[in-house]
């Protein structure tokens, strides 16, 4: 999977993270990595200063960083680097792994113990036990959808998406008829 920082960027602003960033907004990653062994594609976070190799990181092209506020920044890794500054680089980049990178547990999977009426699924989809995904639904890809989950009506689930357990979203038509009818 293919990952534009720019999407890592509007997720960050959607869940209301306060950060800055500086760099190269067409930087694309595939991977994580530790600050160790950092490679190349890949998101690393930095806890803080002295943890932070100017060296290693100089040599390294197409990286996301997520750092604390206390690291300064050369101005000419910006032509090839991208990075997140932030008060809490842990917290931020363990939320972007958790909504870019789901477990391998969570991929490609289909519980035999749930329902899906839905022909339009998309690639590296988990879905978990006992879930009802109706006709009219669309998941797109790389979506994880935990277990006792309903979905019914004309949903469009997005890639990247995680639902968790117990959430149901849409509405059966039979629910409409009732509520016109007040009898909910």
Known sequence: MVINIKNILKYLENSKFKFNFIGNLNINISRYSSINSIKEGSISWVKNKDYYNEIAISQLKNILLVINSDIDIKSDFLIDKGFIIC?????????????FFPPEQYRSYISSSSVILSENIGTNVYIGHNCF??????IGNDVVIKNNVSI?????????????????????????????????
Not at 87 to 99: A, C, G, M, R, V
Not at 133 to 138: A, T, W
Not at 158 to 177: E, Q, R
């Open 133 to 138: 995904i109706g006709k009219d639904v669309s």
């Open 87 to 99: 008060d809490n680089p842990k917290e931020i980049f363990f939320s972007i792994l958790n909504n």
């Open 152 to 184: 019914e009506g004309k949903v469009i689930i997005g890639n990247n998406t995680i639902i968790h357990s117990g959430v149901v979203i849409g509405l059966m038509d039979t629910d409409i008829t009732k509520m016109k009818k007040g009898k909910i």
